[in-house]
């Protein structure tokens, strides 16, 4: 039986017009590597007689991957915030999350940084950054 471990997944980025080649995240926070926010899937409403309608709409998908201070991957969001910020433009990211102890992997596409720490927090010891990505999907695929 497979176990349910989150230590040998593998999470890769690649950014348009900056990091075309794939690029495997490293130095993962110990308790919260990555996570996605619960999405509405659908709009619902009630009408004054009772009778539940709903319908189906698109919705943004947020990440949110938190990285230990020293690690390596962490310049490549430096790399992306400070790219977008000399261009005063965007710049797209596409990416894929292996879960080999489930069977899954996932497809990320077309994201965003929608949030970014520009430093590790100083306590008794430097503590882990996180980053904010809104995917337009995402795609489960079983392997």
Request: aromatic residues 10%; negative net charge.
């Amino acid at each position: 039986m497979a176990t349910i471990t989150a230590a040998n997944s593998v999470l890769t980025l690649a950014i348009l017009n900056l990091f075309p080649v794939p690029q495997t995240m490293q130095g993962y926070a110990a308790d919260a590597a990555f996570a996605t926010d619960t999405i509405q899937s659908v709009e619902t409403v009630m009408g004054v007689d009772g009778i539940l309608s709903a319908g189906w709409v698109p919705v943004e998908l947020r990440m949110n991957i938190t990285l230990m201070p020293d690690s390596p991957s962490a310049a490549m969001f430096d790399a992306w915030y400070s790219a977008q910020q000399a261009a005063r433009e965007v710049y797209i990211a596409n990416g894929g999350l292996i879960l080999p102890s489930i069977n899954k992997e996932f497809t990320l596409i077309r994201g965003f940084l929608h949030a970014y720490t520009a430093f590790p927090e100083g306590r008794r010891v430097l503590q882990a950054r996180q980053f904010g990505i809104t995917w337009g999907s995402i795609l489960p695929v079983p392997i």
